[in-house]
């Protein structure tokens, strides 16, 4: 369970819509009957914790630039603390109930916390302004086919000669970790401990290829929607 979701009980406050009926519903800790049993589902689920950066100087300056650049310092330099419980509890009362409905809130300790876009700029603190309707240039891309040039991509996050894995209809697919330059190992590793946590760390998934190659080449990527997304998407998951 990414421990990115354990800042969201800082979040500033949200929706002012009623709070939930007076039940006795673990003590007024879960939205309703079906959110109490979600906490129970889901309590043993493991945790990944965020990564804080710490680079030398004089080690790696384009990566501490660009995260300079992006105005990205408090994806690197995560809270050392957080409670396990909460963070499940906050999971527990995202999920969504209702077929087609996007709730971006969930309900902690008595306080409704969203986790919509708007929300989690102002957390990081606004990395990337945008005008009401803009997209970011990543998010743009992302949605038109073909906009990302693999051999591009390989050519850039991959070390001299390397490649993407190929599936049999010969489509790349992933970048193994060991075919990956220095740089792109270290994007790596901030992306799936602090930005879309994974607990696959031995490759990258051509869409994360993508992201990273985003990264590397400065377009435009507003984080805040990128992790709004997967927080939405993970308290949505059916257990396995």
């Known amino acids: 369970l990414p421990s990115k979701r354990s800042r969201k009980d800082a979040t500033e406050e949200g929706s002012s819509a009623a709070q939930p009926a007076d039940t006795d519903f673990g003590r007024h800790r879960f939205r309703s009957a079906e959110h109490q049993q979600r906490f129970e589902t889901i309590k043993g689920w493991s945790f990944l914790r965020e990564r804080q950066v710490q680079l ?3 080690k790696f300056l384009d990566f501490q630039e660009e995260i300079g650049r992006r105005c990205w310092a408090p994806l ?4 050392a603390k957080f409670n396990p419980e909460i963070v499940m509890e906050f999971y527990a009362n995202a999920w ?3 077929e ?3 709730d971006m809130r969930s309900w902690v300790r008595g306080q409704w916390i969203p986790f919509d876009t708007d929300a989690l700029s102002q957390f990081l603190g606004h990395p990337l302004i945008l005008e009401e309707g803009q997209q970011c240039e990543f998010f743009q891309r992302r949605s038109q086919f073909s906009s990302f040039d693999e ?3 390989a050519k850039l996050l991959c070390i001299l000669g390397q490649d993407f894995t190929w599936t049999a209809a010969r489509r790349r697919v992933r970048i193994m970790h060991t075919n990956m330059t220095t740089l792109t190992q270290i994007w790596m590793t901030l992306l ?7 607990d696959h760390t031995s490759d990258l998934p051509l869409p994360k290829c993508q992201l990273a190659y985003a990264i590397l080449t400065q377009v435009s990527i507003h984080v805040a929607q990128l992790i709004a997304d997967a927080i939405y998407q993970f308290a949505g998951t059916v257990p396995t």
Not at 76 to 79: H, L
Not at 192 to 198: A, T
Request: proline share 13%; no cysteine.
């Open 151 to 153: 051999e591009a991509i």
């Open 192 to 198: 799936l401990s602090n930005i879309l946590p994974s």
């Open 96 to 98: 969504p109930t209702e």
């Open 76 to 79: 690197v330099t995560p809270v």
């Open 56 to 58: 030398s100087d004089d």
């Open 100 to 102: 087609g409905a996007q």
